[in-house]
């Protein structure tokens, strides 16, 4: 079998599609609009190839096409393709492959190494680090932008950085520090998280030190979503940080939602736009606003500035809570006029 990033030159051919989903193409992913075979269908990519590759009827569910291919480069993306490739072998890797998938789409912690091994191939546990892949600059001696590159390079080195992440410490050990440093914080209730079980909300609240010592600045700060998606259980996350004598404030879906998940539940997409009015009428803080955001594949509001970074609601965190469990019904968008 052979692997061709995609581009308009594979178009016409018949092709495996791993992960990404692309015309033309026999589909192993869980991005939505996917038509992959139910009997296979996993959580990641990653565990959905792996079914594959260990199912009797591997070649009908293939069309023994050898091409495979895939439109992005992320951990779930390098795993499935090299496992396609691999074929049978890579079953011997398979709990830790897929831990690693989970670290790297779902920012979830299956296990210590699965997260290292993630950060050595995509980079930080945050969805919103475009630095790229360090072991691909590590290979090259020089930052890699290009997605088609940072496969060439990285995928020879797949089962050495799944088999030994210790050995790969250089390029996991300063992003692995901040993911341990939240989960510390939780751990000694310095951060927290409480629960709005019949809302299905989490309330994230975070401590400053988790940033270091000057607390959360959102031109350099992204918000722990390793340790979150660890703590907290509900279908709508609430996090706050302190930040400037007030809070800032993100409400994300949990961190697998965005994809077609087997196992994990399917979470139900919410029209926000009467709480944020409501939200917006109850801000003392006018040089800001609540918007609805979709600009991460899990982000749904935020309080920003004009700017549209991150800025200090004057809202607390309890009340601003309370307000949101008002207004979630088994999972529903409170109604426009509703109480407070």
Request: one cysteine or more.
């Amino acid at each position: 079998m052979r692997f061709e990033f995609y581009s308009d030159a594979i178009a016409g051919l018949p092709k495996l599609s791993v992960d990404g989903t692309v015309d033309n193409a026999i589909h192993f992913s869980h991005w939505h609009g996917n038509q992959t075979p139910e009997s296979v269908k996993a959580d990641t990519s990653t565990e959905t190839v792996l079914n594959v590759v260990a199912a009797a009827n591997r070649a009908e569910l293939t069309h023994s096409i050898d091409l495979v291919t895939n439109n992005h480069f992320d951990t779930d993306g390098v795993l499935s393709v090299w496992t396609m490739l691999t074929g049978e072998r890579a079953l011997d890797l398979r709990d830790r492959m897929i831990a690693a998938a989970e670290a790297g789409d779902f920012s979830e912690l299956s296990s210590v190494d699965g997260v290292r091994a993630s950060i050595v191939i995509q980079g930080s546990d945050s969805p919103t680090d475009k630095a790229g892949s360090p072991l691909a600059q590590q290979l090259a001696g020089a930052p890699v932008t290009d997605e088609a590159q940072q496969y060439v390079l990285v995928l020879p080195h797949i089962e050495h950085v799944i088999k030994h992440t210790d050995q790969y410490e250089n390029l996991w050990r300063e992003s692995w520090t901040r993911v341990e440093t939240a989960l510390d914080s939780f751990a000694k209730g310095e951060s927290r998280v409480e629960e709005f079980d019949d809302a299905k909300l989490s309330l994230v609240a975070l401590a400053p030190g988790i940033f270091g010592s000057a607390g959360f600045d959102p031109q350099k700060h992204s918000v722990p979503f390793t340790a979150i998606s660890h703590h907290a259980r509900g279908e709508l996350f609430l996090i706050s940080t302190p930040m400037n004598g007030g809070w800032a404030y993100r409400i994300d879906y949990p961190y697998y939602s965005w994809a077609e998940t087997v196992v994990r539940p399917r979470i139900q997409r919410l029209d926000l736009s009467a709480l944020i009015s409501r939200l917006n009428d109850l801000e003392a803080n006018l040089s800001g606003s609540w918007q609805t955001d979709s600009s991460e594949l899990a982000s749904a509001a935020k309080f920003v500035d004009r700017s549209g970074m991150l800025a200090a609601s004057t809202l607390e965190p309890e009340v601003l809570a309370d307000t949101l469990s008002d207004c979630l019904d088994a999972g529903r968008a409170c109604e426009a006029g509703g109480s407070i």
